[in-house]
């Protein structure tokens, strides 16, 4: 195992407030939460920088509506690992697609997929 290193990051007691919220509706402690999002940083910033660009603006703002919409209509008994195992499905395809149309744009072509 590759030997842990500390890091001490300043933040607001905004951001800390809302930190403490989401480790507490995921069941996580503030360390356990900050070591996922780190682990997770490559693709939570590529989602950051897409939305950013889309939205043309540096503050984000989700759709609430459509994450309600999501919940209003998933199945009844779909759990919520299930709904985000489906998100990092559908992060995964957006990512095969967009991989798919810089090759196509680079006169390479696209090639089959093989599953």
């Keep these: ?3 842990s290193k500390f890091i001490a990051v300043r933040v607001t007691s905004e951001i ?5 919220q989401v480790a507490l509706v ?19 910033y590529h ?3 897409l939305e950013r660009a ?8 989700l759709d609430g509506d459509l994450s309600q919409w999501v919940l209003d209509n998933m ?3 779909m759990t919520t690992e299930a709904l985000q195992f489906v998100g990092e499905v559908m992060r995964h ?10 090759q196509k744009v ?3 072509g696209i090639v089959a997929d093989s599953g």
């Design 106 to 108: 680079g006169g390479e």
């Design 16 to 20: 800390l407030e809302s930190l403490d």
């Design 1 to 3: 195992m590759a030997k």
């Design 93 to 102: 395809a957006a990512e095969m697609k967009a991989a798919r149309e810089k």
């Design 47 to 49: 989602f950051l920088e």
């Design 54 to 61: 889309r939205q043309r603006t540096d503050r984000i703002m």
């Design 75 to 77: 199945p009844q008994d």
């Design 26 to 44: 995921r069941g996580k402690s503030r360390s356990t939460l900050i070591r996922d999002l780190l682990a997770n940083c490559h693709s939570l």
